[in-house]
């Protein structure tokens, strides 16, 4: 299947990604060719086989409901360097 | 001073040698190598020399085990608290974790001495560890080739003698592929074996936690401490943790080794024939070759490359640049995720994002991701079906040999590097790979094969083959 570069824009819109002309172009081009081989899986009569998600077979794994001692916010915030305030990190105006 | 863990152990209990004097060794090597290699992104010579201290004491005391005192390399995901851990990403650069991953924990407690952190490719994405921000490390053995990859600086640590071992990390071949090629041995876990709490993931269902080292005698003693059920992690079932070691001397009389045509038919006839003198070699210890059949194989690349780009585009939407990471001046919110992202991500890192986030979109996602996870299903099954027939599947863990750097012209190219590796993750079951023989003056590699938690089964093979 080809990708057109608009598909790739687009995509790359989606992951919050800025790409250059050049990658664009270039993605475009490399990714045409990924998805071709990987098209190859068409080929495989699925009908009436399960998706397997996780190997082992476990399912909703819960530990049971007591309170535990979590990380200490001060010493989270101190691994960033980024603008503090009142005990939270200062991010720009969102709404 | 180079040996086995097996051996140093033992030399640290008869006080041949101790901790401190160990590290001070293992330490001068990697001043020494390190340079040329770019196996080590850090080394904090402080704190090792304190954990040595503290292991010296555990031993005196008649504490500790088979790691205690036994200095490691740790792969550059592994969160190590207070210690700079990056996945080899320029996104989390100067990033210091606030905790630490329960394999090092583990390891800690253990006494063991942590060296210091070996190169990735950025976010384990990566065949030869070009892909990391660092800059690619050299194989000990040829510098003008790859030590391989993701795991590649603790491959090439290990195979320089820079450490007695080294943690690395699985989701394609990470662990197996570069122990090929640097000539060391390399185990990948059943999926969930090993708790994976607290290292960086690149895609959540299929990325194991092992180790590359000297002797598969030295793997297992090293799975013995960090194997197991963890709590913080949901996806480590409760399997009790045999003592790996004492599987080791089985009987390879009676043993079944399975050997997939699908595998072999492509070699190379030099490859070929020296992969033949294994299984003769099988045969004269008692084992019987049985030649077997995995007709899904042709399809586990496709699978792997849908599945894996899938969960990396999830698992790495995390990084914003808000906490860490490049910082943006942008005017608005969004502006600035695109801009920290874009600045944070390398070119590989971004090509998987954008596969991945194209899989996954609306139109797309049931002809790509849930196809694959049917045809993963069809590939397990492949695997249930040879173990019925065979006890361990051997086969090489590579095509060839380590290539030379910068000679893959196109990512495809570096995709098919983990051709022979990627159906077990796409299993989730045990394999190791171990050196033998050479071909153009570089290690051959094999791969033995298991079912589900018989991790002691692929490392009794193992090491019956060497010994």
Known sequence: MALTKDEVRHVAKLARLNLTDEEIERFTGQLTGIFESLDKLAEVDTEGVEETSQVTGLKNVAREDVVKPSLDREDLLEISEREKSRGMIKVRKSI | ?467
């Open chain 2, 1 to 467: 001073m180079h040996q086995t863990i097996a051996t140093l152990s033992q030399q640290l209990r008869n006080g041949t040698t101790s901790s401190v004097e160990l590290t001070k060794y293992y330490l001068g090597v990697i001043k020494d190598k390190n340079a040329e290699l770019n196996a080590f992104v850090s080394v904090n010579e402080e704190s090792a020399l304190a954990m040595a201290a503290k292991a010296d004491d555990m031993i005196a005391a008649g504490k500790g085990g088979a790691l205690t005192g036994i200095p490691l390399g740790v792969k550059d995901n592994f969160s190590e608290k207070g210690m700079e851990t990056t996945a080899g990403s320029n996104m989390l650069k100067g990033y210091k974790p606030p905790y630490e991953c329960t394999v090092l924990m583990k390891l800690r407690e253990a006494g063991a001495v942590f060296l210091g952190h070996t190169n990735t490719d950025e976010f384990m994405m990566g065949s030869s560890t070009e892909t990391s921000v660092f800059g690619s490390s050299k194989n000990p053995l040829d510098t003008e080739r790859t030590p391989g990859g993701s795991s590649g600086g603790s491959s090439a640590a290990v195979a320089a003698g820079m450490c007695a071992w080294a943690l690395g990390s699985d989701t394609g071949g990470s662990i197996r592929q570069p122990a090929a090629c640097c000539g060391v041995t390399g185990l990948k876990v059943t999926y969930g074996r090993v708790s994976r709490y607290g290292v960086i993931a690149m895609a959540s269902s299929l990325d194991t936690v092992g180790c590359l080292a000297q002797s598969p005698e030295d793997a297992a003693l090293i799975l013995e401490v960090i194997a197991g059920h963890d709590e913080m992690d949901a996806t480590t079932p409760d399997v009790e943790v045999p003592k790996y070691s004492e599987q080791l001397n089985q009987d390879m009389k009676g043993i079944k080794i399975g050997v997939p045509k699908e595998y072999v038919e492509g070699l190379s006839d030099e490859v070929k024939k020296a992969f033949d003198s294994q299984l003769e070699l099988a045969e004269s210890k008692g084992a019987k070759i049985v030649d077997i059949s995995l007709p899904m194989t042709e399809y586990g690349l496709a699978v792997y490359y849908i599945i894996s780009p899938s969960e990396v585009s999830a698992n790495l939407s995390r990084y914003d640049g808000l906490r860490f990471g490049p910082k943006s001046d942008a005017e608005d919110l969004v502006s600035s995720y695109f801009e920290a992202r874009t600045a944070g991500f390398g070119d590989e890192a971004k090509r998987r994002i954008i596969i991945g986030t194209y899989a996954l979109s609306a139109g797309y996602f049931d002809a790509y991701y849930k196809k694959a996870l049917k045809v993963r299903t069809l590939i397990k099954q492949d695997f249930e079906k040879a173990f019925e027939q065979v006890d361990v599947i051997l086969t090489p863990t590579v095509p060839t040999v380590a290539f030379k750097t910068g000679s893959k012209g196109s990512p495809m190219d570096m995709y098919l590097e983990d051709i022979m590796t990627i159906p077990a993750s796409v299993a989730g079951i045990p394999a190791v790979s171990i050196p033998y023989g050479e071909y153009d003056n570089m290690p051959l590699s094999l791969q033995v094969i298991g079912p589900m938690f018989e991790e002691g089964r692929v490392l009794g093979v193992a090491h019956n083959m060497k010994n």
